[in-house]
């Protein structure tokens, strides 16, 4: 093999010329780095924050979101050479009323988890309007951050990266597949450390990835899945009181104890961990299916495993 055809050789495996832009590993690897730069930056900075009670919670609740948002739009924009359209973020006809069907299905769903459960004895009411009433506030802060920033990271820009690599190698649905599976399983990786987690929970957060995804890959848009992240974290923290991922919001309108097998509520961890989440996230996919073929759409959306530069 000459010099020139080593060098080609070597220049492929970190630069996709007809892009111009560094491979989908070192892009990721930009990726992670810029965000546990704005990770680590940004928990230094609040410890020094001059600032108590419910306006450091705010600020702090933002703080995350709005920090590794910007690492993330960053790297899109200067390493991969993005648009925010390439990421799902599309202000097209139909994203509105995605955003809207997404809020109304994570309350549903949540909805079902605490019927079915008080029905068959496995909640109890243990309480109303528990903890302090600005606490629902300081939830909703927190969620509206964490749903947007979370679905941009691992659906707008992970799965989006493996979606466009895995194409370069399979067809669109085997592809639209393994970043779908592999995306999921880095969210479930990520809540590894929460309280209570264990294997169950890591599978449970990784399909409710899943369901999240779902959404993405059939709408090109991540206004569904933002809505969809954004009100079963707050319905399932603030509005029922269950644990959200094994974190205690604080503060709810009901407070539901687990008192049925840990199987089927997920116990300390939440519903995720247990089969009323696995229900929840069934109905919640097949709802997805129903209203983007209600719709008109037609399957897979393949503008999100397209870089599109016209």
């Known amino acids: 093999m000459s010099p020139e055809s080593r060098r080609d050789g070597l220049s492929r495996l970190v630069w996709t010329h007809d892009e111009r832009r560094p491979t989908a590993p070192l ?13 680590v930056g940004t928990s230094l900075s609040l410890a020094f924050l001059p600032l108590a009670g419910v306006a450091f ?10 920090v590794v948002s910007l690492a993330v739009l960053l790297v899109a924009y200067a390493v991969d050479r993005r648009r925010l359209a390439d990421l799902g973020l599309r202000r097209e006809r139909g ?3 995605d955003l809207w069907f997404g809020l109304a299905l994570g309350v549903g769903l949540q909805a079902l988890v605490a019927g079915v459960g008080l029905a068959a004895g496995w909640y109890r009411l243990a309480g109303t309007l528990v903890g302090p009433p600005v606490g629902l506030l300081t939830a909703l802060v927190l969620f509206l951050g964490v749903g ?26 085997v592809a639209a597949g393994l970043a779908l599976l592999a995306s999921s399983g880095v969210f479930g990786a990520a809540h590894v ?8 929970s890591t599978l449970g957060i990784t399909f409710a990835g899943v369901f999240l995804g779902l959404g993405y890959l059939l709408t090109g848009r991540l206004s569904l899945p933002v809505g969809v992240h954004i009100s079963w974290n707050y319905a399932q923290g603030a509005v029922f009181g269950f644990p959200v991922s094994g974190l205690d919001v604080g503060a709810s309108l009901l407070a539901l104890e687990p008192t049925g097998p840990r199987a089927v ?12 989440g696995v229900l929840a996230l069934c109905v919640g996919i097949g709802a997805t299916v129903w209203w983007v073929r209600w719709r ?8 999100v495993l397209t870089l599109d530069r016209r």
């Open 265 to 276: 509520t997920g116990g300390e961890f939440g519903p995720e961990a247990g089969l009323l």
């Open 57 to 66: 919670t705010v600020v702090a609740s933002l703080a995350n979101p709005v």
């Open 27 to 39: 892009r990721l690897v930009a990726a992670v780095v810029a965000v546990g730069v704005a990770f």
């Open 148 to 173: 947007f920033y979370e679905e941009l990271l691992l659906r707008g820009y992970l799965l989006t990266n493996l979606g466009e690599w895995f194409s370069r190698h399979a067809g669109q649905r």
């Open 296 to 303: 008109g759409g037609s399957g897979l959306d393949g503008r």
């Open 95 to 97: 994203w509105l009323s």
């Open 193 to 200: 450390a929460n309280p209570g987690a264990t294997a169950v």
